[in-house]
Structures are given as structure tokens and as C-alpha cells.
């Protein structure tokens, strides 16, 4: 069975830095994309970043491009989601899924976490 799991979510300072965690289990990690989205109350889920498997090509949401960093551990089956200079904008629903090929649209992709929640106060 397919899971993915997030941690890392809590509250958080604006200005301060968050590091997302995504465990992989039940697949080959290394042969998918993992990619990163989010959703604010009320909001359409948003991309953040992605990652891909064979070439580990990334893509960044414009919301929070250059504030952003990804990487994965294939040896550890985890995608990693580092967020600095967080701002108000920034809380969310955070969920990393899955896919062979993956892309920057969550309908790209066919397995999700659960979510791990950010917040963030002024």
C-alpha cells in the first residue's frame, strides 16, 4: 500500500524558517516525482515545489519562488521542504504526493498525505 506521510507542520513566526518532511512507503520512492501542494481555508490547493525521480528536475509555485527549497533522500525514501522568510500567506494545509511522472498540477498526481498543517503568526 501506498503511503505518504508529512510532519514538520506547526506554528510558526513570520520570518522564521520551516523544514517539511514527506515519508515515502509501499513503492519504489526513487521512480516517482513527489511534489508539494497546499491550501488555505477557502483557497484552491496551490503547487509549491516539486521534485522529479530520474533527473530530480524541480519547479517552484511563483507564490514562493526564491523563499524555497527542496530536496529528496532516496536512501531514506523522504522529500524535504525547507520554507524561509515565512509570511501569513504561507499557512496552509501542506501535502506532498506522488506520481511516476508527476508535474506542477495536483491532478498530475495519483497518491497523496494526509497534510500537515502551518501556521503562522505575525
Known amino acids: 500500500e501506498v503511503q505518504l506521510v508529512e510532519s514538520g507542520g506547526g506554528l510558526m513566526q513570520a520570518g522564521e524558517s520551516l523544514i517539511l518532511s514527506c515519508a515515502g512507503s509501499?513503492?519504489?520512492?526513487?521512480?516517482?516525482?513527489i511534489g508539494w501542494f497546499r491550501q488555505a481555508p477557502g483557497k484552491t490547493r496551490e503547487g509549491v515545489s516539486g521534485?522529479?525521480?530520474?533527473?530530480?528536475?524541480?519547479w517552484y509555485g511563483a507564490s514562493v519562488k526564491g523563499r524555497i527549497t527542496i530536496s529528496r533522500d532516496n536512501a531514506k525514501n523522504m522529500v524535504y521542504l525547507q520554507i524561509n522568510n515565512l509570511i501569513q500567506e504561507d499557512a496552509a494545509v501542506y501535502y506532498c504526493?506522488?506520481?511516476?511522472?508527476?508535474?506542477?498540477?495536483?491532478?498530475?498526481?495519483?497518491?497523496w498525505g494526509q497534510g500537515t498543517q502551518v501556521t503562522v503568526a505575525s
Open positions: 521534485i522529479g525521480s530520474s533527473d530530480d528536475s524541480e
Open positions: 509501499g513503492f519504489t520512492f526513487r521512480d516517482y516525482a
Open positions: 504526493a506522488a506520481d511516476r511522472f508527476g508535474g506542477s498540477q495536483s491532478n498530475q498526481y495519483n497518491f
